[in-house]
């Protein structure tokens, strides 16, 4: 339906439904005319009291025939005057007047009032006049019984044309209205059609952004792979073809011994790498579970920190700084996934800080949970960076000479996020950043 199209259908059902309602209000209106009509009717009575007339006129002849006494005949004749005269007042006369004997009555009424018998009139002319009275009252009460009844005909036309015009302006407006109600269906249904175009154009556009940004990750994923397996593999390729060149004579153990420690530590790297590669894949598949228990954060954190000195051959164990507090730090958390959140958290934090420098590291209580903050003094971030910082592969300016994958922020939100707990980094005063893990407080403990 076509702007136009849709205003010009509202106009005409618009114009209808006024026309029906305009209708049915003048049939109220002429109902209430008609209605007022038939109570002055009521009030007429003209067959009534055109018989009770009738009857008087009779009954004064009677009365002049038998020559009754004259108080007899003049009560008589007054109230045949009286009768005469109630024919000539209000709706009667008009009555009288549309049927056409209004001047009639009134000529028999003056001629009996100039025969009043109180006046000392001839009984023998009163009584003639009232005889021939009788005669004309038989004759013009059929005219005004079929006039009447004519009225009630006419009047009761009129009632059926109004209630016809009523039933039919009641109708036009329901037909109307149902117009009306079609085209706002209509119109909905056409809402809801751009709607579910509106939702499936979104999810096409989303799917399709999905897709570009698996594409991108792909990619970066492949960049990652060349470069970060390339470095660890030519370490690795280097100190064996250091100790090939000396095979014509004995190699010194230590060198043997420093060519092993690169080795493995490359080859450490290359394990690193590819357990964050398959953690991601197995948290994009939901296939990471987490057992949650009660575990003191403290001692997570020692053992992931003997963990790194351990592997790490050239870190100085000074370099990391834990507080102990004497509050109980028991968290509900996976010891496993835990692990590698502080794991990776501690990594950034040493790879980042100069040589020099130190790396603190403290466990407490805040509110509803525990907090593992790791606070370095590296060149830090700016908030641009830190926004950015939690996105796949992302490596701040100045870091891309620097080890690393630019998934391991990524993974440790993401095992935290799973574990009912989250990971934040903020700038540290002073230079360098913060990285908090929170996890949840045990309420056991």
């Not at 136009?4 to 109220?28: E, K, Q, S």
């Not at 024919?87 to 001047?103: H, I």
Request: proline share 4%.
């Amino acid at each position: 339906m076509t702007g136009t199209g849709g205003r010009a259908r509202y106009l005409w059902l618009g114009g209808l439904v006024a026309i029906c309602l305009g209708l049915l209000a003048l049939a109220a209106w002429q109902l209430v005319v008609l209605e007022r009509q038939m109570r002055i009717a009521a009030t007429e009575n003209m067959i009534w009291v055109f018989g009770q007339t009738q009857i008087e006129a009779l009954n004064l002849a009677l009365a002049l025939s038998d020559e009754a006494a004259p108080q007899q005949i003049q009560t008589r004749f007054d109230i045949l005057v009286s009768r005469l005269t109630l024919l000539e007042d209000g709706p009667q006369r008009r009555f009288l007047e549309n049927a056409g004997v209004s001047e009639t009555l009134a000529r028999w009424r003056s001629g009996l009032l100039a025969l009043d018998p109180a006046q000392g009139a001839d009984p023998a002319a009163l009584r003639a006049h009232v005889t021939a009275l009788v005669a004309a009252l038989r004759t013009k009460a059929s005219l005004v019984m079929s006039h009447e009844w004519q009225s009630q005909a006419t009047r009761l036309d009129s009632l059926r044309h109004l209630h016809l015009l009523a039933l039919m302006s009641v109708l036009g407006a329901a037909v109307a209205g149902l117009g009306l109600v079609a085209i706002l269906i209509d119109r909905e249904r056409r809402l809801m059609s751009g709607q579910l175009d509106h939702l499936r154009a979104e999810k096409l556009a989303s799917d399709l952004e999905r897709e570009r940004e698996t594409s991108e990750n792909h990619r970066r994923f492949a960049d990652l792979i060349a470069h970060q397996f390339r470095t660890p593999l030519a370490v690795i390729d280097s100190a064996m073809h250091r100790l090939t060149r000396r095979s014509g004579g004995p190699v010194p153990p230590e060198l043997i011994s420093e060519k092993a420690a690169v080795s493995r530590e490359a080859v450490a790297r290359l394990v690193k790498l590819t357990d964050t590669a398959l953690m991601m894949s197995r948290l994009e598949r939901d296939a990471v579970l987490p057992s949650l228990r009660a575990h003191d954060l403290n001692d997570l954190v020692s053992s992931v920190i003997d963990d790194l000195m351990a592997t790490a051959w050239d870190r100085d164990p000074a370099r990391i700084r834990q507080s102990v507090q004497t509050e109980p730090t028991v968290a509900l958390c996976d010891p496993m996934l835990t692990a590698e959140i502080l794991s990776n958290l501690l990594r950034n934090a040493l790879l980042y800080s100069p040589p020099d420098c130190r790396v603190d590291v403290s466990v407490f209580q805040s509110r509803d949970c525990i907090v593992c903050r790791i606070e370095d003094r590296g060149r830090g971030m700016s908030p641009e960076e830190i926004e950015c910082a939690f996105d796949r592969f992302y490596r701040g300016s100045g870091h891309e000479t620097l080890p690393g994958s630019g998934l391991g922020l990524t993974l440790a939100r993401d095992l935290a996020r799973i574990q009912g707990g989250d990971v934040t980094l903020t700038q540290r005063d002073g230079g360098g950043l913060t990285a908090a893990l929170y996890l949840p407080k045990d309420d056991v403990a």
